[in-house]
Antibody, heavy 121, light 111 residues
Framework: QVQLVESGGGVVQPGGSLRLSCAASGFTFSSFAMHWVRQAPGKGLEWVAFIRYDGSSKSYSDSVKGRFTISRDNSQNTLWLQMDSLRAEDAALYYC??????????????WGQGTLVTVSS | QSVLTQPPSVSGAPGQRVTISCTGSSSNFGAGYDVHWYQHLPGAAPKLLIYGNTNRPSGVPDRFSGSKSDTSASLAITGLQAEDEADYYCQSYDRSLSGSVFGGGTKLTVL
């Protein structure tokens, strides 16, 4: 079965950096686009970033564009989110999510349990 | 302010039918992009309920159904059960933003 395990969350000061990882198993990672989605405390889901199955195309929400970078290594079945210039409003539970299919790649059909990012001085 | 607008809360008694609306615009639903729905229970990972407006992934009961028309969409839940109490989110693609967008979420309470 599909398994997505996020790691790398923690406490970071404003302006700092953090790199999140997502280890994927149970499916052919190299065939699926992937997403990062976050949920701030008491708030709803917010899409953060998308990467095509081969890494050739990436997309970001306006709130993180220019500060966050999504990447993947299909040989290691791993997805990353490099987060720089972190702000208080970036504090959230970050989910790694697998795209449903090549036809429905903006839909996520499997999600990890999330990794918590806290931004505080 | 979310790009997709959902009511903050809905409620219904066990066995009843409820609907959750999701209103978009000409840059998402009106541009032909599909709506997808997720169920999010506290402490759990979100779960895909409906994709491509009306399709249910395997394992999702047929009590859940979706529809879309022009710039609005709806999720219907029939035969309400206590375990349906959760937050529900609609999601689509927005061409103005060149990315995915979620609704603000709707909390379903089973009375």
């Amino acid at each position: 079965q599909v398994q997505l395990v996020e790691s790398g969350g923690g406490v970071v000061q404003p302006g700092g950096s953090l790199r999140l990882s997502c280890a994927a198993s149970g499916f052919t990672f190299s065939s699926f686009a992937m997403h990062w989605v976050r949920q701030a405390p008491g708030k709803g889901l917010e899409w953060v970033a998308f990467i095509r199955y081969d890494g050739s195309s990436k997309s970001y929400s306006d709130s993180v564009k220019g500060r966050f970078t999504i990447s993947r290594d299909n040989s290691q079945n791993t997805l990353w989110l490099q987060m720089d210039s972190l702000r208080a409003e970036d504090a959230a539970l970050y989910y790694c999510a697998k795209a449903h299919s090549s036809s429905w790649y903006w839909t996520a059909d499997s999600w990890g349990q999330g990794t918590l990012v806290t931004v505080s001085s | 302010q979310s790009v997709l607008t959902q009511p903050p809360s809905v409620s219904g008694a066990p066995g009843q039918r409820v609907t959750i609306s999701c209103t978009g615009s000409s840059s998402n639903f009106g541009a032909g992009y599909d709506v997808h729905w997720y169920q999010h229970l506290p402490g759990a990972a979100p779960k895909l309920l409906i994709y491509g407006n009306t399709n249910r992934p395997s394992g999702v009961p047929d009590r859940f159904s979706g529809s879309k028309s022009d710039t609005s969409a709806s999720l219907a839940i029939t035969g309400l059960q206590a375990e349906d109490e959760a937050d529900y989110y609609c999601q689509s693609y927005d061409r103005s933003l060149s990315g995915s967008v979620f609704g603000g979420g709707t909390k379903l309470t089973v009375l």
